[in-house]
């Protein structure tokens, strides 16, 4: 994740200029007292940003009049524990709702904000996302993506992680692709490595979506479209080994809470050890600068602001739980990917993949990207 | 798990005397320098126990006039990477296939061993074993459960981890009938917490497969057959707060190598932290006591012993990389299984499940338990 102030643009990719943000400072469990903070802090970092912040009227009244930011007022809430009927159907006023409504093109193809951050309900984000902006052409299902960190003090990109329970083999190639493009918009890379999430390294392993899916990745990368590199099994997330994992919804949402799980249960653990008696708190009292440091550095805060991709709009997603640290990553994340014309690599990634699969793969892929058309849609000056 | 050297067996099921395990002392990465003292070490610690060491003539000479033990020789090992197909066709007389040959039963329907200890390779195991012994009546596919441990101390019982990569509803109540007979038989657990892994608690979460498992175990539970909780999710694997997690084998394996591979991490992580300059070492060294307690109640090896449910024989599985120490753990928990006449207790279940289930669902269960009949073999005396 690239946070310096004044970032160089991935060549060939002209930044836009400004970058403009909106926000649904209503959501997620602390609303505007975390996501004002973040927003703010947020502006100091980068002097070329804007914001448009969403929400309630008397909620948002601290940031009027805050430099390169706009108020847009909703005037209904999404609750985390919403219905999605309720956040698709009833309130039509949410301040997710009306910010995702930012990212929408009019009539001249112009959009208010690049990029959307939000730290509400995941399953009504996506629904009411879905809803707004509509599936990407050459995507059939929007996936979501988030990042662990690994044993190389970097980080590995994951998805689906939950938006799709039954995933066919080309939906799982255009994770692959839709990943691709997040990681060299990201992170600068161009030719990340992705792995098919397997239990075995051999072409013969899983079940029939995973093998036919390990097909069509074998015959983009031959045509030197992708960089492929296998199965990788669920060790291999926090190996360093491979920038992009790619798997169904289920498994990906089960591997990351499993994960979740293990770590909160090793910090019990190691909080139970070092108070179990008098020793114990001092060993405690003078390793806590080395327990601090390794704290810091899987610290699940740096690695807030999930991707939902696929849709025509670029949608980043803060953990309901953030703090203003943890908010403000998903600002820089979503920053990075608007800046890095994100929606235009995930097209230019679609059209590559569609040429270099066989045609009869081609077909059965369903990715009828129409040639020429552009996802990215002029923002409003 | 019961490790005492004179348990008490649970009520209601008479203990075997005295129980005698078969043991393939060629398994695993290291074979007989591993197994010969594991089993050593066990003999002491179960004065009424017996063994049948399997192996090569030349390997197993050191064992020779153990007490307790009788010596069987295989001419051939499986290697651990050796394809299915020669574990199963080629190797005839592998120490692995006579391990598990020493559970079958001859014309009176008597045994040789009460239940088969190897370290040996997963999925070569669970294909011999299935050749060897077939599937238990009324089970369709065999499963591989494991325990992982919690944060309460205790641990939590999962499965299928690996054997069946597709599933239907009715594999995963057997999963969930074979996992509570193993609780209740080996942790003296009569009536164990059972949780289906979802993503997301409500009912209506997770795919068919899934929903429809939640229906049959539902129906189960509502007859007073099991104690099912409902959805779990992949961090309520840690809590402690549920005994059995069923899943199909794609998903457990990726959640089960997902755990494996951040459990590595932090340990990567910790080792650089307290050795990064001359502070951490010396904080490290004043906190070694305190981690190496942590590293203890973490230890995998104290989870060593991952069991082959739903074949006529009791298997169990030492991790590859075992040593001594995690090779004596499994013969534990097999010990404790043939002790607790786990046969038994999933013959039984099987049958209470079938008559709990609605008419129409006990068929599409497709479960067939012959009345009366006993999956238990009297062993040769």
């Given at each position: 994740?690239?946070?310096?102030?004044?970032?160089?643009a991935v060549p060939g990719h002209?930044?836009?200029?400004?970058?403009?943000?909106?926000?649904?400072?209503?959501?997620?469990?602390?609303?505007?007292?975390?996501?004002?903070?973040?927003?703010?802090?947020?502006?100091?970092?980068?002097?070329?940003?804007?914001?448009?912040?969403?929400?309630?009227?008397?909620?948002?009244?601290?940031?009027?009049?805050?430099?390169?930011?706009?108020?847009?007022?909703?005037?209904?809430?999404?609750?985390?524990?919403?219905?999605?009927?309720?956040?698709?159907?009833?309130?039509?006023?949410?301040?997710?709702?009306?910010?995702?409504?930012?990212?929408?093109?009019?009539?001249?193809?112009?959009?208010?904000?690049?990029?959307?951050?939000?730290?509400?309900?995941?399953?009504?984000?996506?629904?009411?996302?879905?809803?707004?902006?509509?599936?990407?052409?050459?995507?059939?299902?929007?996936?979501?993506?988030?990042?662990?960190?690994?044993?190389?003090?970097?980080?590995?990109?994951?998805?689906?992680?939950?938006?799709?329970?039954?995933?066919?083999?080309?939906?799982?190639?255009?994770?692959?692709?839709?990943?691709?493009?997040?990681?060299s918009a990201?992170?600068g890379?161009?030719?990340?490595?992705?792995?098919?999430?397997?239990?075995?390294?051999?072409?013969?392993?899983?079940?029939?979506?995973?093998?036919?899916?390990?097909?069509?990745?074998?015959?983009?990368?031959?045509?030197?479209?992708?960089?492929?590199?296998?199965?990788?099994?669920?060790?291999?997330?926090?190996?360093?080994?491979?920038?992009?994992?790619?798997?169904?919804?289920?498994?990906?949402?089960?591997?990351?809470?499993?994960?979740?799980?293990?770590?909160?249960?090793?910090?019990?653990?190691?909080?139970?050890?070092?108070?179990?008696?008098?020793?114990?708190?001092?060993?405690?009292?003078?390793?806590?600068?080395?327990?601090?440091?390794?704290?810091?550095?899987?610290?699940?805060?740096?690695?807030?602001?999930?991707?939902?991709?696929?849709?025509?709009?670029?949608?980043?997603?803060?953990?309901?739980?953030?703090?203003?640290?943890?908010?403000?990553?998903?600002?820089?994340?979503?920053?990075?990917?608007?800046?890095n014309?994100?929606?235009?690599?995930?097209?230019?990634?679609?059209?590559?993949?569609?040429?270099?699969?066989?045609?009869?793969?081609?077909?059965?892929?369903?990715?009828?990207?129409?040639?020429?058309?552009?996802?990215?849609?002029?923002?409003?000056?």
């Amino acid at each position: 994740m690239n946070l310096s102030p004044d970032p160089t643009a991935v060549p060939g990719h002209a930044p836009l200029s400004p970058v403009r943000l909106a926000v649904d400072c209503m959501g997620g469990d602390h609303g505007p007292s975390v996501t004002l903070p973040a927003c703010r802090a947020f502006l100091e970092r980068h002097p070329e940003a804007e914001l448009v912040l969403v929400g309630r009227d008397d909620a948002l009244a601290a940031a009027r009049g805050w430099a390169r930011c706009t108020v847009v007022t909703a005037t209904e809430v999404v609750e985390m524990d919403d219905p999605l009927e309720i956040a698709l159907r009833r309130k039509r006023d949410s301040s997710m709702r009306v910010a995702l409504q930012q990212l929408k093109a009019d009539a001249e193809g112009r959009t208010a904000a690049d990029a959307c951050v939000c730290a509400g309900n995941t399953g009504a984000l996506m629904a009411v996302a879905r809803y707004v902006l509509k599936t990407l052409e050459g995507i059939d299902r929007p996936a979501i993506a988030a990042v662990l960190p690994n044993k190389l003090g970097t980080y590995t990109t994951m998805l689906d992680l939950g938006a799709n329970v039954d995933c066919t083999a080309e939906h799982l190639l255009q994770f692959a692709v839709m990943g691709s493009a997040l990681v060299s918009a990201v992170d600068g890379k161009e030719n990340p490595t992705v792995g098919l999430l397997n239990i075995g390294e051999e072409e013969i392993k899983g079940n029939e979506a995973i093998k036919k899916a390990g097909e069509l990745l074998r015959a983009v990368a031959a045509a030197g479209h992708m960089n492929f590199c296998g199965n990788v099994e669920g060790n291999d997330i926090f190996k360093g080994t491979i920038d992009i994992v790619v798997c169904d919804g289920f498994v990906g949402n089960v591997a990351l809470k499993t994960a979740e799980g293990l770590a909160s249960m090793f910090v019990t653990l190691i909080k139970q050890e070092f108070t179990r008696n008098a020793f114990a708190r001092l060993a405690a009292f003078v390793a806590l600068p080395v327990l601090n440091h390794f704290k810091n550095r899987v610290d699940h805060r740096r690695y807030s602001g999930g991707a939902l991709l696929g849709l025509r709009g670029l949608v980043f997603k803060a953990h309901g739980s953030s703090d203003a640290f943890a908010f403000e990553q998903a600002l820089n994340r979503a920053y990075d990917a608007a800046r890095n014309r994100l929606l235009d690599r995930v097209h230019d990634r679609i059209l590559e993949t569609l040429q270099a699969l066989p045609a009869n793969s081609a077909e059965a892929a369903t990715i009828g990207v129409a040639d020429g058309a552009n996802p990215t849609m002029a923002r409003v000056a």
